[in-house]
């Protein structure tokens, strides 16, 4: 039953599949799969669900231009919500906004975060992973990639940039994927965690992509699918902590290089600062955050751009361990898309990594006593961002 | 034809506005967008992002730089650009202050460094569309 008032949303549910080679499962038979997960951890029934942000599972027609239309055929009843949010990689888990803001102002009552990848798949979604990098790298704004651009070299410049500008060494980029990695083999869903700890020589010694970044700079290409569920805190019976979103930005900073004065710099901080200053709440209070890390540099920019460290300080603040688990500031935890998961909208995993820990239901993985999360998700080559601060109850 | 099987030509569904840009190109001149109020911009834009103009005319640039950052690309998009990795791809401050992205040839990758002094040049690599890159100059 519908209720048409104001009231309380908070972060009710959370799913992930198995993540690498889905292709020889349907979209739509792991999409079904991945939301009713997600719906059941809320303690909820697929009857419940009255909102959607992102796509209806793929399909024919109007599917895709019309996706809460096709959602109504497929549930059986007409839905009250759907939206698209627009942060690339982070598209899914920026919805988190105004998916609880739906519920909080009497839109909805139940919405659903899906993203998934499987099946045969075309484009940067194929299976052929030769092709898939093909179509990745014409990701790039117009014209780029007619130089043979890839999207590990629209990553390599900022990164050559940032040890011009600031000293950053090849080493620090390696501590982030080292950390990660360790977090990832503590992850049962991981795909790389199986394959064990690496060091920072391993990293350095791993094959040049594109220079300064190696192979194990690098995000993996994998399949997967996660849901997050946003439900009415009165449509709850289940007792667990409560994650609330006490605090949210968005920063949409530039989409050409060439118009971007610093190639360090991506207003980041907009969305960052507005999140912190809706939460009341300084950076220093956060313990366990989740940046977007298609590359390594990108974690460490990421920490500058989210205020977590002066910019062109990212290097040095990574030294040490500092991102691991039982580091300063406990980072991308399940390894990021760097060991975990890079499968579809990829941030969604990065929140629901975020979820756990405040929940309290990391295991290996938990960081003691975790209250406060934060996560910084990017879209592109840090074009746009979203930012947002979690809370346990 | 599919993506993998020869290097990516400038889209045909370009919008109007950019076509002077690869006109002149064929001319063997980089051109850039520069607005009433003599601001300079690059890709082209439908609108001055400094003043709010939407009158530009076109001016030729000076085709001098240097190498503001780069990468040495090892695994190339596909096949067709596989065949020459490793290649520099640049982003280049150009002597008018604004910014182009290119390949540096005519030197080995490993010479190529930031804020090294770069030039156009220019490859007719159709009968209809011209490319540009950029070679190591001598310091002015």
Known sequence: MASFRRRKAVIAGVHMTEQGDLSGASPQQVYWQVVKGAVADAGLQLSDVDGLIGPAPEGLGLRGTLPGAAMADLLGRPLRFQAYTSVGAASTAAGIGPGIWAIENGVADVVILPTVSAGKGSGYTSADRGAAIAHMAKLGTPYEWLWGTTRVADHAVIAQRHMHQYGTTSEQLAEVAVAQRHGATLHPLSVMGRKGEITVDDVLASRMVAEPLHLLDSCIVNQGAGCIVVAAEDRLERARPRIRMIGYGQSHAYLDPNHLPDLTTFHGDVASDTAFGVAGIGRDEIDVISISDHFTINVIVGLEEAGFCKKGEGGPFVEGGALRIDGRLPTNTAGGYLSCTHAANSGTFGLIELVEQLRGSAGARQVTDAKLGYIHGVGGVFQSHFAAVLARD | ?140
């Open chain 2, 1 to 140: 034809m599919g993506i993998l099987d020869e290097k990516f030509l400038p889209p045909d569904d370009m919008p109007e506005f950019h076509r002077p840009f690869w006109e002149a190109l064929k001319a063997h001149r980089l051109e850039a967008q520069e607005c009433e109020n003599g601001h300079l911009r690059f890709i082209p834009t439908e609108i001055c992002p400094r003043c709010g103009s939407q009158d530009w005319t076109w001016r030729r640039l000076s085709g001098r730089g240097s190498i503001y950052t780069f990468t040495v690309v090892h695994r190339a998009p596909t096949p067709a650009y596989q065949a020459d990795a490793p290649y520099v791809v640049a982003h280049v401050e150009l002597e008018e202050g604004i910014r182009v992205i290119g390949n540096v040839t005519g030197c080995e990758p490993g010479a190529v460094h930031i804020g090294m002094p770069v030039e156009v040049a220019f490859e007719d690599v159709s009968e209809r569309w011209t490319l540009y890159s950029f070679t190591p100059r001598e310091a002015a």
